[in-house]
T-cell receptor, first 110, second 117 residues
Framework: GDSVTQMEGPVTLSEEAFLTINCTYT??????LFWYVQYPGEGLQLLLK?????DKGSNKGFEATYRKETTSFHLEKGSVQVSDSAVYFC?????????FGAGTTVTVRA | GAVVSQHPSRVICKSGTSVKIECRSL??????MFWYRQFPKKSLMLMAT?????????EQGVEKDKFLINHASLTLSTLTVTSAHPEDSSFYIC?????????????FGPGTRLTVL
């Protein structure tokens, strides 16, 4: 079935640093792609999404572009804050459910 | 909009007892709800898919008699962990799909931390 692979980390950064989390997908078609974020002790929140090739999803300073030529959906933020410390999951629909990546733990230090 | 709640947020129980976790869609109707389990520093493991008015569909390896799921209405699904044991201790998260809006988008609850002593 369709799946995603993401870099696992953990990633530790200083405030205002640039963040990239790589995500690549394997799919028979062109599924929608999602990034979810999980803050400590909480459930998942949808961070951003893209529904077709070349779409760019963006939210809270994060961006990801759906690139079919490289089958990628990398998450980026230009200047991270301590409050961005969380676990980030790449995901795509797989039949009736979502397939998640392994999750990337990001820690931002002041 | 699209808020999902879970209750309780934390529960501690003795080995051998049963625990019920509720998942509610507060401002939308959900024909489908999902139950996940998450181990520390791990990704989410889908346990089962719950459709309103019908039996839940369990993923391979999940004991349906141990993890009872009921989806009695378009806004409520419950997960009951029967005869809980310490190895059932985990973070349980539910999610729900909306009837309207983007078909494949799921909205997640805040999770329930279960500790079995």
């Amino acid at each position: 079935g369709d799946s995603v692979t993401q870099m696992e980390g953990p990633v530790t950064l200083s405030e205002e640093a640039f963040l990239t989390i790589n995500c690549t997908y394997t799919a028979t078609g062109y599924p929608s792609l999602f990034w979810y974020v999980q803050y400590p002790g909480e459930g998942l929140q949808l961070l951003l999404k893209a529904t077709k090739a070349d779409d760019k999803g963006s939210n809270k300073g994060f961006e990801a572009t759906y690139r079919k030529e490289t089958t990628s959906f990398h998450l980026e933020k230009g200047s991270v804050q301590v409050s961005d410390s969380a676990v980030y999951f790449c995901a795509l629909p797989n039949d009736y459910k979502l397939s998640f990546g392994a999750g990337t733990t990001v820690t931002v230090r002041a | 909009g699209a808020v999902v709640s879970q209750h309780p947020s934390r529960v501690i129980c003795k080995s051998g007892t049963s625990v019920k976790i509720e998942c509610r869609s507060l401002d939308f109707q959900a024909t489908t709800m999902f139950w996940y389990r998450q181990f520390p520093k791990k990704s989410l493991m889908l346990m089962a898919t719950s459709n309103e008015g019908s039996k839940a569909t369990y993923e391979q390896g999940v004991e349906k008699d141990k993890f009872l799921i009921n989806h009695a209405s378009l806004t409520l699904s419950t997960l009951t962990v029967t005869s809980a044991h310490p190895e059932d201790s985990s973070f349980y998260i539910c999610s729900a799909k909306t009837l309207a809006g983007y078909y494949n988008e799921q909205f997640f609850g805040p999770g329930t931390r279960l500790t079995v002593l």
